[in-house]
């Protein structure tokens, strides 16, 4: 019953037949019946956070045999409170005229004690 039309052939039909023919038609079963199912994918992986990126980056470069559980625990810690810290230090507005309190006092031979202000 070939009226002369051709037929439309689509990628995913042409992908299977050239599996087919190449001897790879079990893979290419497996993907036609996958295909035809829906999915059931696992939720993606929670990003690591910038604490567990820092103790990797810290546990890779300087690797040790001292290592254990307690250790990277304690290290882990105070990296989060590092980072908070940090994040609590930046929520403060700064200018660009800011700078430090401090009292500068040159040092003189001639006051007792080395020239310290009591």
């Known amino acids: 019953m070939d009226d002369g039309s051709p037929t439309i052939v689509t990628r995913r039909d042409f992908a299977q037949q050239l599996a087919f023919g190449l001897g790879l038609g079990t893979a290419s079963a497996a993907t036609a019946v996958s295909a035809q199912e829906p ?3 696992d939720p993606p992986p929670r990003p690591p956070t910038p604490a567990e990126l820092i103790l990797t980056g810290i ?13 990277i625990e304690g290290i882990f810690g105070d990296i989060r409170s590092d980072l908070a810290r940090g994040r609590e230090l930046s929520k403060f507005p700064l200018q660009n005229s800011d ?18 202000l009591r």
């Open 39 to 41: 999915e059931k994918k």
């Open 59 to 71: 546990v890779q470069q300087y690797p040790s045999e001292h290592y254990n559980a307690e250790v």
């Open 99 to 116: 700078e430090p309190a401090f009292v500068f006092a040159a040092y003189r031979s001639d006051r007792p004690h080395g020239g310290e």
